[in-house]
Each structure stands twice: as C-alpha cells, then as structure tokens.
Nanobody, 122 residues
C-alpha cells in the first residue's frame, strides 16, 4: 500500500497560481503511477494528470492542458502539481493517487491521499 500526503491547497483569485505537493511512501524499489484527481461539490471525480515515476509519459485532462504541470522528485518521493492561470472552475478538492500500472490507474487507483482544497474566486 502506498501512503500519500497532500499539501499546498488554498484560496486564490482567478489567474493566480498554486503548487500542490504529495509525499508518497511505501513503494520503495519500484516505479508506479502517481497523479491527481479532483472533485467539485455535486460533480463526479475527474482525473487531472498522472506521471510514471520511472520516467516517461504524462497524461493531462484537456481542461488543464497548458495550465497545469506535473513533476516528480524521486529523491524526495514527492509529486508536484504546478497550477497556473487558475479558473473558478478549477475549484475542487484535489486528491493525490497512486497505482502500480496504467491499467490500474484507468480502473481507479486504490491508494489515495486525504485531499487538499483549492478554491479559485472570480
């Protein structure tokens, strides 16, 4: 089981930026998929972006392409989400998630953080 702890959420005005962090533990010695989902009140959970810790592709939702950037620091076992040009529709609880394979990620990760709130005001 992978343990995930998010931080970095907050409130910002439209056009502003935030950086989320997620410290992952419990997967030493292997590469996994890490990334972010979000869920706004009354809406379904949305996959935002993921990254393979072994290097390689990232996958962004169309709604955040060009504005959000995911990165991973192997030495710190931390994944970051840099969010720029934030919009009110980005307001949601953001959850860090982990999966062993991309198929597992597609079917729904089993390991989740508790979430961090992002609020963007107009």
């Amino acid at each position: 089981q992978v343990q995930l702890v998010e931080s970095g959420g907050g409130s910002v005005q439209a056009g502003g930026s935030l950086r989320l962090s997620c410290i992952a533990s419990g997967y030493t010695g292997r590469s996994i998929w890490l990334g972010w989902f979000r869920q706004a009140p009354g809406k379904e959970r949305e996959a935002v972006v993921n990254i393979y810790t072994g290097g390689g592709p990232t996958n962004y939702a169309d709604s955040v392409k060009g504005r959000f950037t995911i990165s991973h620091d192997n030495a710190k076992n931390t994944v970051y989400l840099q969010m720029n040009s934030l919009k009110p529709e980005d307001t949601a609880m953001y959850y860090c998630a982990a999966a062993r394979t991309f198929v597992d990620w597609s079917h729904g990760p089993k390991d989740w953080g508790r979430g961090t709130q992002v609020t963007v005001s107009s």
